[in-house]
């Protein structure tokens, strides 16, 4: 069975860090692009930032550059996003997803990735 499981959510205060990570098992997604999307109450499903198989070609959303890092390490199958400067407006909840095809540039619709998770919620308080 395929899956994508978040995790590190959580209550942090404003100008406070998370660390999100997502493993995955079932298969190897060493060779898809991976990415993070978020999705807030009566909101659409939004990208937040994306990585290629290498690590080379990196995306992320502008309300979170500078922010935000995603990463990756193949070995654990497993996709991180290092939120810092956190504001009450990046409160949703976060989902990983993999982009089988990892074509470039990345993509920022949700339609292109393939597999998600179940998604962690992250809340910031002012």
């Known amino acids: 069975q395929v899956q994508l499981v978040e995790s590190g959510g959580g209550l942090v205060q404003a100008g406070g860090s998370l660390r999100l990570s997502c493993a995955g098992s079932g298969r190897t997604f060493s060779s898809d692009a991976r990415g993070w999307f978020r999705q807030a109450p009566g909101q659409e499903r939004e990208f937040v930032a994306a990585?290629?198989?290498?690590?080379?070609?990196?995306a992320y959303a502008n309300s979170v550059k500078g922010r935000f890092t995603i990463s990756r390490d193949n070995a654990k199958n497993t996709v991180y996003l290092q939120m810092n400067s956190l504001k009450p407006e990046d409160t949703a909840v976060y989902y990983c997803?993999?982009?089988?095809?990892?074509?470039?540039?990345?993509?920022?619709?949700?339609?292109?990735?393939?597999?998600w998770g179940l998604g962690t919620q992250v809340t910031v308080s002012s």
């Open positions: 990585i290629s198989w290498s690590g080379a070609n990196i």
């Open positions: 997803a993999a982009d089988v095809h990892g074509i470039l540039p990345l993509s920022t619709r949700p339609t292109a990735y393939s597999y």
